[in-house]
């Protein structure tokens, strides 16, 4: 289904907001919900989970903020 990624399976995730995740892409969040519709993924209303996170950036990929913190040795 996905490519595995460890740096992803790595991350300590926390509930987010869809204008979270949208701020760690640069894009605002109506953007970030066409790109993953376009994708196939649809997201469940409310908060997003650490499920759900991972699979947005499994779909998106990684996004920079995170790819700087990960490359410092930091963990989110």
Known sequence: ???YYPEIESLVLKVKTR????????TTEKTLIRRLLKKGVVLPLGHIFPNTCKII????GI???????INNGQKQ
């Not at 204008?19 to 640069?26: F, P, R, V, W």
């Not at 950036?57 to 998106?60: D, E, G, K, M």
């Not at 996004?63 to 913190?69: V, Y």
């Open 19 to 26: 204008q979270m995740i949208a701020d760690e892409y640069g």
């Open 57 to 60: 950036y499994y779909t998106l």
């Open 1 to 3: 289904m996905y490519e």
């Open 63 to 69: 996004p920079a903020t995170l790819k700087t913190n």
